[in-house]
T-cell receptor, first 110, second 112 residues
């Protein structure tokens, strides 16, 4: 039981490049979340998925898109990366109330 | 939307002493208040949570109190140990979707 896994662990992009952050959970949870964490700030919600096939914007969705491919996987896509998207990205999943977080992806946009 | 403020931003305590972190929230509809611990290079991990129908909850050395009228909640760690050194985050959400709004975090250092 791996819990929540995220790939890649680290990524460096140039401004304007695109990439997809992958997240998968093996706990059969319905709800999944994407957050970003910036220095000196708490985590901020980017997007949320209550169940397969549904997604909802969070606090900071601009510049991102998401796909809930199936119950296990929830991906986050940056279509045209900007330096302001340099951050650590965390995926989480939830069954009842506790959110379980993955180890994070550290993204740098130059 | 919800706004969560957390104080202090850093806290240094002697091993064995207590640590207290305080948070306030703005959305009166919030009814779920978790606390997360984050170690360096890892994702946050839930350590304790409380719902709005409860005023206090305790789990060994950790306790959380909630004052819904004043819209604030606190984390208390007693008999601190070196392994308690980490960043602690409070959060708040409504229980229909559990979309968490986080505080800015408190870096706790336990001095041996």
């Amino acid at each position: 039981n791996a819990g929540v896994t995220q790939t890649p662990k680290f990524q460096v992009l140039k401004t304007g490049q695109s990439m997809t952050l992958q997240c998968a959970q093996d706990m059969n949870h319905n709800s999944m979340y994407w957050y970003r964490q910036d220095p000196g700030m708490g985590l901020r919600l980017i997007y949320y998925s209550a169940s397969e096939g549904t997604t909802d914007k969070g606090e900071v969705p601009n510049g991102y898109n998401v796909s809930r491919l199936n119950k296990r996987e929830f991906s986050l896509r940056l279509e045209s990366a900007a330096p302001s998207q340099t951050s650590v990205y965390f995926c989480a999943s939830r069954l009842v109330y506790e959110q379980y977080f993955g180890p994070g992806t550290r993204l740098t946009v130059t | 939307g919800e706004n969560v403020e957390q104080h202090p931003s850093t806290l240094s305590v002697q091993e064995g002493d207590s640590a207290v972190i305080k948070c306030t929230y703005s959305d009166s509809a919030s009814n779920y208040f978790p606390w997360y611990k984050q170690e360096l290079g890892k994702g946050p991990q839930l350590i304790i949570d409380i719902r709005s129908n409860v005023g206090e909850k305790k789990d060994q050395r950790i306790a959380v109190t909630l004052n819904k009228t004043a819209k604030h909640f606190s984390l208390h760690i007693t008999e601190t140990q070196p392994e308690d050194s980490a960043v602690y985050f409070c959060a708040a959400s409504r229980s229909n979707d559990y979309k968490l709004s986080f505080g800015a975090g408190t870096t706790v250092t336990v001095r041996a």
